[in-house]
Protein backbone atom coordinates (compact mmCIF):
# COMPACT_ATOMS: atom_id res chain seq x y z
CA UNK A 1 0.00 0.00 0.00
CA UNK A 2 1.45 2.99 -1.56
CA UNK A 3 2.26 5.66 1.91
CA UNK A 4 3.51 8.76 2.99
CA UNK A 5 5.26 9.37 6.65
CA UNK A 6 5.05 13.22 7.56
CA UNK A 7 7.40 13.60 10.32
CA UNK A 8 9.64 16.89 12.14
CA UNK A 9 12.77 17.22 11.27
CA UNK A 10 14.24 19.74 12.89
CA UNK A 11 14.20 23.24 13.92
CA UNK A 12 16.08 26.00 12.19
CA UNK A 13 15.35 30.01 13.23
CA UNK A 14 12.52 29.06 14.88
CA UNK A 15 11.01 27.50 12.34
CA UNK A 16 9.91 23.81 12.47
CA UNK A 17 11.26 21.82 9.44
CA UNK A 18 9.20 19.02 7.90
CA UNK A 19 10.33 15.34 6.81
CA UNK A 20 7.92 13.30 4.07
CA UNK A 21 8.54 9.96 3.13
CA UNK A 22 6.70 9.09 -0.03
CA UNK A 23 7.16 4.64 -0.08
CA UNK A 24 5.39 2.77 -3.29
CA UNK A 25 4.26 -0.49 -3.59
CA UNK A 26 7.70 -2.21 -4.56
CA UNK A 27 9.34 -0.81 -1.42
CA UNK A 28 10.80 2.23 -3.26
CA UNK A 29 10.71 5.59 -1.08
CA UNK A 30 12.02 8.95 -1.47
CA UNK A 31 12.33 11.42 1.22
CA UNK A 32 12.26 14.93 1.44
CA UNK A 33 11.87 18.12 3.89
CA UNK A 34 10.64 21.14 3.88
CA UNK A 35 14.52 23.48 4.35
CA UNK A 36 15.44 23.91 0.88
CA UNK A 37 12.75 21.81 -0.89
CA UNK A 38 15.70 19.46 -0.43
CA UNK A 39 15.38 15.27 -1.94
CA UNK A 40 16.71 13.73 1.72
CA UNK A 41 16.80 10.12 0.55
CA UNK A 42 16.40 7.94 -2.39
CA UNK A 43 16.35 4.10 -1.25
CA UNK A 44 15.86 1.33 -4.17
CA UNK A 45 16.98 -2.03 -4.55
CA UNK A 46 20.03 -3.60 -6.00
CA UNK A 47 20.11 -6.91 -8.25
CA UNK A 48 20.02 -8.97 -5.12
CA UNK A 49 16.94 -7.22 -4.18
CA UNK A 50 18.57 -5.18 -0.97
CA UNK A 51 16.76 -1.40 -0.52
CA UNK A 52 19.58 1.25 0.00
CA UNK A 53 19.57 4.44 -0.23
CA UNK A 54 21.30 6.43 -3.48
CA UNK A 55 22.14 9.96 -2.55
CA UNK A 56 24.42 11.98 -0.25
CA UNK A 57 23.11 13.97 2.06
CA UNK A 58 23.39 15.35 5.90
CA UNK A 59 22.08 13.18 9.06
CA UNK A 60 20.74 16.49 10.65
CA UNK A 61 19.45 19.64 9.84
CA UNK A 62 22.48 21.30 11.63
CA UNK A 63 24.97 19.83 9.67
CA UNK A 64 22.45 20.64 6.46
CA UNK A 65 22.56 24.68 7.27
CA UNK A 66 26.22 24.31 8.16
CA UNK A 67 28.08 22.83 5.42
CA UNK A 68 26.24 21.01 3.23
CA UNK A 69 27.14 22.18 -0.71
CA UNK A 70 23.57 21.71 -2.01
CA UNK A 71 22.93 18.39 -1.03
CA UNK A 72 19.93 17.54 -2.77
CA UNK A 73 18.49 21.15 -2.76
CA UNK A 74 16.18 23.04 -4.88
CA UNK A 75 18.27 26.05 -6.90
CA UNK A 76 16.85 28.79 -7.27
CA UNK A 77 16.17 31.32 -8.85
CA UNK A 78 18.47 30.61 -11.31
CA UNK A 79 21.29 27.18 -10.78
CA UNK A 80 24.59 27.33 -11.80
CA UNK A 81 26.54 30.89 -12.72
CA UNK A 82 25.96 34.22 -14.23
CA UNK A 83 28.91 36.36 -15.00
CA UNK A 84 29.36 38.96 -12.93
CA UNK A 85 26.31 39.21 -11.33
CA UNK A 86 24.76 41.35 -14.18
CA UNK A 87 21.83 41.04 -16.19
CA UNK A 88 20.77 44.41 -18.51
CA UNK A 89 21.19 47.10 -15.72
CA UNK A 90 20.15 44.27 -12.79
CA UNK A 91 23.42 44.02 -10.51
CA UNK A 92 22.65 40.26 -8.22
CA UNK A 93 24.61 39.23 -5.54
CA UNK A 94 28.39 38.55 -6.09
CA UNK A 95 28.45 35.34 -4.26
CA UNK A 96 31.26 33.31 -6.08
CA UNK A 97 33.54 35.76 -6.24
CA UNK A 98 32.79 38.06 -9.15
CA UNK A 99 29.76 35.77 -9.96
CA UNK A 100 26.80 34.92 -9.18
CA UNK A 101 25.95 31.15 -8.34
CA UNK A 102 23.27 29.03 -7.09
CA UNK A 103 21.04 32.18 -6.90
CA UNK A 104 22.65 33.96 -4.28
CA UNK A 105 23.44 34.10 -0.55
CA UNK A 106 20.77 32.46 1.49
CA UNK A 107 18.62 31.76 -1.45
CA UNK A 108 15.96 29.36 -1.54
CA UNK A 109 18.26 26.19 -1.28
CA UNK A 110 18.56 27.44 2.42
CA UNK A 111 14.97 28.56 3.61
CA UNK A 112 12.60 26.65 4.80
CA UNK A 113 9.58 26.27 2.43
CA UNK A 114 5.71 26.03 2.64
CA UNK A 115 3.72 22.40 2.37
CA UNK A 116 0.88 23.33 0.06
CA UNK A 117 -0.20 19.55 -0.38
CA UNK A 118 0.46 16.15 0.77
CA UNK A 119 -1.49 13.45 -1.63
CA UNK A 120 -1.14 9.81 -0.36
CA UNK A 121 -3.30 8.99 -3.66
CA UNK A 122 -0.83 10.41 -6.11
CA UNK A 123 2.32 9.80 -3.80
CA UNK A 124 3.33 13.52 -4.10
CA UNK A 125 4.20 16.21 -1.98
CA UNK A 126 4.23 19.98 -2.99
CA UNK A 127 6.13 22.54 -1.48
CA UNK A 128 5.87 26.50 -1.94
CA UNK A 129 8.23 29.95 -1.35
CA UNK A 130 7.74 33.51 -2.38
CA UNK A 131 11.23 34.97 -3.09
CA UNK A 132 10.62 39.02 -2.81
CA UNK A 133 11.34 41.35 -5.14
CA UNK A 134 14.96 42.35 -4.83
CA UNK A 135 16.05 38.85 -3.22
CA UNK A 136 19.54 38.54 -4.14
CA UNK A 137 18.85 41.74 -6.91
CA UNK A 138 16.44 39.91 -8.71
CA UNK A 139 13.70 41.87 -9.57
CA UNK A 140 10.04 40.66 -9.29
CA UNK A 141 8.28 38.75 -6.18
CA UNK A 142 8.54 35.04 -7.62
CA UNK A 143 6.60 31.78 -6.53
CA UNK A 144 7.95 28.84 -7.07
CA UNK A 145 6.81 25.07 -6.52
CA UNK A 146 7.93 21.61 -6.48
CA UNK A 147 6.22 18.75 -6.75
CA UNK A 148 7.85 15.41 -5.81
CA UNK A 149 5.91 12.63 -7.34
CA UNK A 150 6.80 8.73 -7.01
CA UNK A 151 5.18 6.28 -9.24
CA UNK A 152 4.57 2.47 -8.76
CA UNK A 153 7.12 1.52 -11.62
CA UNK A 154 10.11 3.00 -9.44
CA UNK A 155 10.55 6.04 -11.11
CA UNK A 156 10.03 9.93 -9.67
CA UNK A 157 9.58 13.63 -11.08
CA UNK A 158 10.41 17.03 -10.14
CA UNK A 159 8.35 19.63 -11.12
CA UNK A 160 9.39 22.97 -10.81
CA UNK A 161 7.17 25.80 -11.28
CA UNK A 162 7.90 30.09 -11.62
CA UNK A 163 4.91 32.94 -11.78
CA UNK A 164 6.66 36.28 -11.37
CA UNK A 165 4.85 40.22 -11.47
CA UNK A 166 7.75 41.61 -12.72
CA UNK A 167 10.07 39.95 -15.11
CA UNK A 168 13.06 37.96 -13.66
CA UNK A 169 15.15 35.31 -14.32
CA UNK A 170 14.53 31.54 -13.73
CA UNK A 171 16.57 28.50 -13.97
CA UNK A 172 16.11 26.16 -11.44
CA UNK A 173 17.53 22.57 -10.84
CA UNK A 174 17.86 20.29 -7.98
CA UNK A 175 21.02 19.76 -6.48
CA UNK A 176 20.92 15.91 -5.58
CA UNK A 177 24.16 13.84 -5.75
CA UNK A 178 23.86 10.50 -6.87
CA UNK A 179 26.03 7.23 -5.70
CA UNK A 180 24.54 3.77 -7.05
CA UNK A 181 26.24 1.48 -4.95
CA UNK A 182 23.87 1.96 -1.99
CA UNK A 183 24.85 3.72 1.08
CA UNK A 184 28.10 4.88 0.22
CA UNK A 185 29.60 1.83 0.44
CA UNK A 186 32.18 2.82 -2.36
CA UNK A 187 32.74 5.62 -4.55
CA UNK A 188 31.38 6.58 -7.89
CA UNK A 189 34.99 5.84 -9.74
CA UNK A 190 33.53 2.74 -11.37
CA UNK A 191 30.35 4.16 -12.05
CA UNK A 192 29.50 4.05 -15.66
CA UNK A 193 28.11 7.49 -17.12
CA UNK A 194 26.28 8.44 -20.51
CA UNK A 195 25.22 11.50 -21.54
CA UNK A 196 22.39 12.28 -24.90
CA UNK A 197 25.02 15.44 -25.85
CA UNK A 198 27.41 15.41 -28.86
CA UNK A 199 28.62 19.03 -27.31
CA UNK A 200 29.85 20.26 -24.37
CA UNK A 201 29.48 23.63 -23.10
CA UNK A 202 32.92 24.84 -22.81
CA UNK A 203 34.27 26.87 -19.81
CA UNK A 204 36.38 29.60 -18.44
CA UNK A 205 38.70 29.57 -15.50
CA UNK A 206 36.06 31.56 -13.93
CA UNK A 207 33.86 28.52 -14.60
CA UNK A 208 31.64 30.24 -16.73
CA UNK A 209 30.59 29.46 -19.90
CA UNK A 210 32.61 31.50 -22.56
CA UNK A 211 29.53 30.22 -25.41
CA UNK A 212 31.35 27.79 -27.33
CA UNK A 213 29.33 24.63 -27.55
CA UNK A 214 32.36 21.97 -29.04
CA UNK A 215 31.62 19.05 -30.32
CA UNK A 216 32.53 16.06 -27.73
CA UNK A 217 34.03 13.70 -30.70
CA UNK A 218 37.11 12.66 -29.63
CA UNK A 219 37.57 14.44 -26.60
CA UNK A 220 37.95 13.10 -22.89
CA UNK A 221 34.12 14.39 -22.60
CA UNK A 222 32.45 12.18 -25.24
CA UNK A 223 29.86 10.26 -22.75
CA UNK A 224 27.61 9.60 -25.72
CA UNK A 225 28.58 5.30 -25.19
CA UNK A 226 29.89 5.79 -21.75
CA UNK A 227 32.76 5.89 -19.47
CA UNK A 228 33.64 5.41 -15.91
CA UNK A 229 34.65 8.46 -13.74
CA UNK A 230 37.76 6.81 -13.58
CA UNK A 231 38.68 6.56 -17.09
CA UNK A 232 37.79 9.84 -17.58
CA UNK A 233 39.72 11.76 -14.58
CA UNK A 234 43.11 9.59 -16.12
CA UNK A 235 42.62 12.18 -18.68
CA UNK A 236 40.79 14.89 -16.95
CA UNK A 237 42.46 15.22 -13.50
CA UNK A 238 40.29 17.76 -12.17
CA UNK A 239 37.29 16.02 -12.79
CA UNK A 240 33.72 17.32 -14.28
CA UNK A 241 31.65 20.73 -13.34
CA UNK A 242 31.00 20.72 -16.89
CA UNK A 243 27.55 21.70 -18.88
CA UNK A 244 26.72 19.44 -21.29
CA UNK A 245 23.51 20.98 -23.84
CA UNK A 246 21.18 17.73 -24.23
CA UNK A 247 20.46 16.54 -27.94
CA UNK A 248 16.99 17.15 -29.40
CA UNK A 249 14.82 14.14 -29.25
CA UNK A 250 17.19 11.87 -27.18
CA UNK A 251 15.23 9.52 -25.28
CA UNK A 252 17.76 10.31 -22.14
CA UNK A 253 19.70 12.73 -20.86
CA UNK A 254 21.86 10.72 -18.14
CA UNK A 255 22.19 6.79 -17.77
CA UNK A 256 24.75 6.31 -14.36
CA UNK A 257 25.30 2.32 -14.10
CA UNK A 258 26.56 0.15 -11.07
CA UNK A 259 27.88 -2.74 -12.33
CA UNK A 260 28.91 -4.12 -9.04
CA UNK A 261 25.18 -3.19 -7.73
CA UNK A 262 23.51 -3.73 -10.73
CA UNK A 263 21.48 -0.60 -9.88
CA UNK A 264 20.74 1.84 -12.81
CA UNK A 265 19.26 5.03 -12.74
CA UNK A 266 17.99 6.68 -16.23
CA UNK A 267 17.05 11.19 -15.87
CA UNK A 268 14.89 12.72 -18.44
CA UNK A 269 14.60 16.48 -18.28
CA UNK A 270 12.27 19.26 -20.36
CA UNK A 271 15.77 21.17 -19.77
CA UNK A 272 18.45 21.97 -22.46
CA UNK A 273 21.08 20.49 -20.65
CA UNK A 274 22.66 19.00 -17.68
CA UNK A 275 25.40 20.04 -15.61
CA UNK A 276 28.00 17.18 -13.90
CA UNK A 277 29.87 17.37 -10.97
CA UNK A 278 32.08 14.52 -10.10
CA UNK A 279 33.11 15.90 -6.79
CA UNK A 280 36.46 15.27 -7.91
CA UNK A 281 39.05 16.46 -5.25
CA UNK A 282 36.82 17.03 -2.53
CA UNK A 283 38.08 15.81 0.80
CA UNK A 284 36.03 17.69 4.06
CA UNK A 285 35.73 16.60 7.15
CA UNK A 286 32.22 16.82 7.92
CA UNK A 287 30.34 13.26 7.65
CA UNK A 288 28.03 12.22 4.77
CA UNK A 289 24.76 10.83 5.81
CA UNK A 290 26.39 10.45 9.19
CA UNK A 291 28.62 7.67 8.10
CA UNK A 292 31.96 8.66 6.29
CA UNK A 293 33.66 11.87 5.55
CA UNK A 294 33.40 13.66 1.96
CA UNK A 295 35.82 12.35 -0.06
CA UNK A 296 36.66 13.21 -3.85
CA UNK A 297 34.03 11.11 -6.35
CA UNK A 298 31.97 10.19 -3.15
CA UNK A 299 29.02 11.35 -5.48
CA UNK A 300 28.08 12.84 -8.61
CA UNK A 301 25.88 15.29 -9.17
CA UNK A 302 23.60 15.56 -11.84
CA UNK A 303 21.46 19.10 -12.34
CA UNK A 304 19.07 19.35 -15.14
CA UNK A 305 18.31 22.77 -16.37
CA UNK A 306 18.92 25.03 -19.02
CA UNK A 307 22.37 26.20 -19.87
CA UNK A 308 24.25 28.10 -17.30
CA UNK A 309 24.68 31.60 -17.83
CA UNK A 310 21.67 31.59 -20.49
CA UNK A 311 21.32 35.72 -20.50
CA UNK A 312 24.71 36.69 -21.79
CA UNK A 313 24.67 33.55 -24.51
CA UNK A 314 21.65 33.92 -27.02
CA UNK A 315 22.06 30.35 -28.40
CA UNK A 316 21.84 28.51 -25.08
CA UNK A 317 18.17 29.06 -24.48
CA UNK A 318 15.55 31.85 -22.78
CA UNK A 319 15.61 32.22 -19.33
CA UNK A 320 13.83 35.50 -19.01
CA UNK A 321 10.49 34.60 -17.05
CA UNK A 322 7.86 37.41 -18.70
CA UNK A 323 5.44 38.55 -15.73
CA UNK A 324 2.24 36.67 -15.60
CA UNK A 325 3.89 33.66 -17.20
CA UNK A 326 3.49 30.54 -15.75
CA UNK A 327 7.19 28.28 -16.10
CA UNK A 328 7.31 24.76 -14.87
CA UNK A 329 10.46 22.15 -16.02
CA UNK A 330 10.14 18.61 -15.28
CA UNK A 331 12.90 15.72 -14.83
CA UNK A 332 12.16 11.85 -14.20
CA UNK A 333 14.48 9.82 -12.34
CA UNK A 334 14.25 5.92 -13.45
CA UNK A 335 16.00 3.05 -11.27
CA UNK A 336 16.06 -0.37 -12.59
CA UNK A 337 18.95 -3.33 -12.31
CA UNK A 338 20.91 -4.33 -14.85
CA UNK A 339 21.60 -8.20 -15.50
CA UNK A 340 25.43 -9.58 -15.69
CA UNK A 341 26.53 -11.24 -18.93
Not at 58 to 73: I, K, N, R, V
Not at 109 to 135: C, F, M, Q, Y
Request: some cysteine; aromatic content about 8%; hydrophobic content about 35%.
Amino acid sequence: MPKIERSIFGTIKNTTVERFQLENDQGMSISVMTYGATLLEVVVPDKTGRFENVVLGCATLAEYSAHSPYFGATIGRVGGRIRQGKWLNTQLTQNEGEQHIHGGVNAVSHRVWEVLKSDVENLSVTLGIVSPAGDNGYPGNLEMTVTYQLYADNHFEIITTGITDEATLFNPTNHSYFNLSGDLKETISEHQLEIGASQVALMDDSKCPTGVLAPVANTAFDFQVGQTLKAFTKKEPQGLDTPFPLNEGSDFAVRLTDNVSGRRMVIETDANAIVVFSTTGMNEPYLVNGTRPMVSELGIALEPQQLPDAIHHDHFGDIVLPAGRHKSYRSSYRFDTIKQN
